[in-house]
Nanobody
Framework: QVQLVESGGGLVQAGGSLRLSCAAS????????MGWYRQAPGKQRELVAI???????NYPDSVRGRFTISRDNDKNTMTLQMNSLKPEDTAVYFC?????????WGQGTQVTVSS
């Protein structure tokens, strides 16, 4: 089992920045991908950023150029730097890891952007 703990959510004004962190612990091996998803009220969960081990990083158009994902493979941590935040970025953000053949999710952290 892998446990994921997010931190760094909160309330920010439009145009501001937040930095989310995710720490992975437990039976971690062969991490194939680490990333972030978000879910706004009444909407489906959507990809925010994902880093593929040995591959690249992908962002949807909605956040590209504003959000940056980074990983520390030695510490099994990941961050999401979010700049130029917009009210439509308001959502619960989830850390996501693929380890071996299994997928794991964090409990989520709320990000609220006021206009």
């Amino acid at each position: 089992q892998v446990q994921l703990v997010e931190s760094g959510g909160g309330l920010v004004q439009a145009g501001g920045s937040l930095r989310l962190s995710c720490a992975a612990s437990g039976s971690i091996f062969s991490i194939k991908a680490m990333g972030w998803y978000r879910q706004a009220p009444g909407k489906q969960r959507e990809l925010v950023a994902i880093n593929i081990s040995g591959g690249g990083t992908n962002y949807p158009d909605s956040v590209r150029g504003r959000f940056t994902i980074s990983r520390d493979n030695d510490k099994n941590t990941m961050t999401l730097q979010m700049n130029s935040l917009k009210p439509e970025d308001t959502a619960v953000y989830f850390c996501y890891v693929v380890s071996g053949v299994r997928q794991y999710w964090g409990q989520g952290t709320q990000v609220t952007v006021s206009s």
